[in-house]
């Protein structure tokens, strides 16, 4: 039988024989990536994601599951005096076909990564979020009945709920910030049965998000010239980047990489300080000074990563560079702004880093970055919590432990070796 796909070390340029494997067995300081044997995007009738089934890693489609959609709004376009303005929505808005339950496009990560474990073996995933990634990961656990490790911050244990009761969710609450959680999920996906959800370096996490531009380029019949997106971590925008070279090798959709335009949350911009150095490493006293103070200002806490994929090779550094990219710090007042511009003119309420991304495109659109006749992709990375209120009954998924970041955490690992014991 030949393979569907193998991964490849950016790095070293070499094939990695073992797909299951997060990083480069050489040990390059790289991301692995994927390489399909189809070189040509054949469309399949799943719906959703699925429907580009032929370029993500797994083998058979995660069903039910939503996808991007790709839609102009002329109020929006007229507004920003921009004739190919396309919108890519990953939400919930039934009047455009938008139908993620979770309100995010952290759902096309947490699909493909849950069935690809499930073809690679079977193991529980132990995924570390600010929020939406956890929420997406427990919809589906719910929808699906399979089981997941879940580690948030504790601010953001609102943020956890799903449209069915969960059954096999074993949450952890962390009294710090992501990157606390970060490391307490390194605890938990040692323990026998579990194995780390990766981050970035999880090609079903970064395939499943390059839906987004894969949608757009067939939708439009193209690859944008500017593509718009607010990072946290940057694995989207790698994700866009990574289709995109995809898309060039299939060769109906052109033959230029769109222009990254990526967002930070002022007063955390660690990203946009680098960049603007055009330095590879990100140096926390230069970039990110009094970082827990900044984090609790921003307006969108989702794209505060300490420590995100940017210095790593086919990380984030490397697709700017690639795209000739921008970044751009976004105040509060211009993303509360851009949220009203996005509501009065789309008609949606979307997701704070939605309207980050927003505000930097207005940005681009008043110093003359980009041209009214381009061909512009906004990502609107979430958003219709107000509708999913509506329609459907949310039900909150509860902390099976609060740990501070400095708490011994043996008895954290018993605990779940005990839980694995009935759901695993």
């Given at each position: 039988m030949i393979p569907k796909y193998r991964i490849r070390c950016v790095g070293g340029n070499e094939i990695v024989e073992d797909i299951s494997l997060l990083s480069c067995p050489k040990g390059h300081n790289s991301l692995v990536r994927t390489e399909y044997c189809c070189r040509k995007l054949h469309l399949t009738p799943h719906p959703g994601i699925y429907r580009y089934l032929a370029w993500l890693p797994v083998i058979a489609p995660l069903l039910p599951s939503g996808g991007p959609v790709t839609f102009t709004s002329d109020e929006l376009s007229r507004e920003l005096g921009l004739t190919h303005l396309s919108i890519s929505f990953s939400g919930y808005f039934p009047e455009r076909e938008a139908h993620l339950t979770t309100g995010s496009f952290k759902e096309f990560e947490a699909s493909p990564t849950m069935q690809r474990l499930q073809e690679l073996g079977g193991k529980i995933p132990v995924i570390a979020s600010a929020g939406n990634t956890g929420r997406a990961f427990a919809e589906l656990s719910a929808r699906c009945r399979r089981p997941v490790v879940i580690v948030i911050p504790k601010k953001a244990v609102p943020r956890l709920w799903t449209t069915e009761p969960a059954q096999a969710i074993f949450l952890v609450a962390v009294k710090g910030d992501y990157s606390d959680a970060i490391a307490m999920s390194n605890t938990l996906a040692a323990v026998p049965g579990c194995v780390p959800e990766g981050g970035a370096k999880n090609v079903a996490r970064r395939d499943g998000m390059g839906t987004v531009m894969l949608?757009?380029?067939?939708?439009?019949?193209?690859?944008?010239?500017?593509?718009?997106?607010?990072?946290?971590?940057?694995?989207?925008?790698?994700?866009?980047?990574?289709?995109?070279?995809?898309?060039?090798?299939?060769?109906?959709?052109?033959?230029?990489?769109?222009?990254?335009?990526?967002?930070?949350?002022?007063?955390?911009?660690?990203m946009v300080s680098a960049w603007a150095a055009r330095r590879r490493e990100i140096i926390p006293e230069v970039d990110m000074p009094d970082a827990i103070h900044c984090i609790g200002k921003v307006m969108s806490d989702v794209l505060t990563n300490r420590n995100p994929p940017y210095s790593i090779q086919g990380g984030l550094f490397d697709a700017l560079q690639a795209t000739q990219g921008h970044m751009y710090g976004v105040p509060n007042v211009a993303g509360t702004e851009a949220e009203k511009l996005i509501r009065d003119t789309v008609g949606i309420d979307p997701d704070p880093a939605a309207a980050i991304a927003t505000a930097a495109l207005v940005e681009a659109v008043?110093?003359?970055?980009?041209?009214?006749?381009?061909?512009?992709?906004?990502?609107?990375?979430?958003?219709?919590?107000?509708?999913?209120?509506?329609?459907?009954?949310?039900?909150?998924?509860?902390?099976?432990?609060?740990?501070?970041?400095?708490?011994?955490?043996?008895?954290?690992?018993?605990?779940?070796?005990?839980w694995i014991r009935h759901h695993g």
């Amino acid at each position: 039988m030949i393979p569907k796909y193998r991964i490849r070390c950016v790095g070293g340029n070499e094939i990695v024989e073992d797909i299951s494997l997060l990083s480069c067995p050489k040990g390059h300081n790289s991301l692995v990536r994927t390489e399909y044997c189809c070189r040509k995007l054949h469309l399949t009738p799943h719906p959703g994601i699925y429907r580009y089934l032929a370029w993500l890693p797994v083998i058979a489609p995660l069903l039910p599951s939503g996808g991007p959609v790709t839609f102009t709004s002329d109020e929006l376009s007229r507004e920003l005096g921009l004739t190919h303005l396309s919108i890519s929505f990953s939400g919930y808005f039934p009047e455009r076909e938008a139908h993620l339950t979770t309100g995010s496009f952290k759902e096309f990560e947490a699909s493909p990564t849950m069935q690809r474990l499930q073809e690679l073996g079977g193991k529980i995933p132990v995924i570390a979020s600010a929020g939406n990634t956890g929420r997406a990961f427990a919809e589906l656990s719910a929808r699906c009945r399979r089981p997941v490790v879940i580690v948030i911050p504790k601010k953001a244990v609102p943020r956890l709920w799903t449209t069915e009761p969960a059954q096999a969710i074993f949450l952890v609450a962390v009294k710090g910030d992501y990157s606390d959680a970060i490391a307490m999920s390194n605890t938990l996906a040692a323990v026998p049965g579990c194995v780390p959800e990766g981050g970035a370096k999880n090609v079903a996490r970064r395939d499943g998000m390059g839906t987004v531009m894969l949608d757009a380029a067939v939708t439009t019949g193209r690859i944008p010239d500017h593509y718009f997106q607010a990072v946290g971590s940057g694995t989207g925008a790698i994700a866009a980047w990574e289709a995109a070279m995809r898309l060039i090798g299939d060769g109906s959709y052109g033959n230029r990489l769109p222009c990254l335009h990526l967002a930070q949350n002022e007063p955390f911009t660690p990203m946009v300080s680098a960049w603007a150095a055009r330095r590879r490493e990100i140096i926390p006293e230069v970039d990110m000074p009094d970082a827990i103070h900044c984090i609790g200002k921003v307006m969108s806490d989702v794209l505060t990563n300490r420590n995100p994929p940017y210095s790593i090779q086919g990380g984030l550094f490397d697709a700017l560079q690639a795209t000739q990219g921008h970044m751009y710090g976004v105040p509060n007042v211009a993303g509360t702004e851009a949220e009203k511009l996005i509501r009065d003119t789309v008609g949606i309420d979307p997701d704070p880093a939605a309207a980050i991304a927003t505000a930097a495109l207005v940005e681009a659109v008043e110093r003359d970055i980009i041209g009214p006749d381009d061909h512009i992709l906004l990502n609107l990375t979430g958003g219709g919590y107000e509708r999913i209120r509506e329609d459907f009954t949310l039900h909150t998924v509860s902390p099976s432990a609060i740990m501070r970041p400095d708490e011994p955490r043996e008895a954290l690992a018993a605990q779940l070796t005990e839980w694995i014991r009935h759901h695993g």
